[in-house]
């Protein structure tokens, strides 16, 4: 691969390519959703407890919650679950609904002369789930 990426640098080329998921399966993925959400607020909730524990100084009623795009997203599918956990969501332009469920997720990159036009598909897009559950204007 770093052979051919050096020779084709050489011409204007836009090559079309697809993003090894690390062999996503049943056992094995990112369902980009709920079981995500509730992963991350499970961690969080064991963090709160080694602090009490260990007798740090912490007002959890002060939990703010910052992020953008997709982890924006999350952090309201968070407020879903639990919430009373966040005093505060910072939504910098978050996604109303995971349009990967829909489509594939593309991305590019440049190098030199060529750009690398990355396709990723999630094995979440093929599961039968109820989707509406993740629209967040439902919700």
Known sequence: MSRFLEISSKYNLSID?????????LNNFNDMGAVQALDNITALLRVIAILYNNRYKF????????????????AYLYNVFAPTVFSLIIDNSDWIYPMYLKNDRQTFASMKNYILNIKLEYLAKKLDIDKEMLYLPYL
């Open 17 to 25: 390519c697809k993003a090894d998921l690390f062999d996503e399966n």
């Open 59 to 74: 007002n959890a009623k002060k939990i703010i919650i910052y992020d953008h795009s997709y982890g924006a997203y999350l």
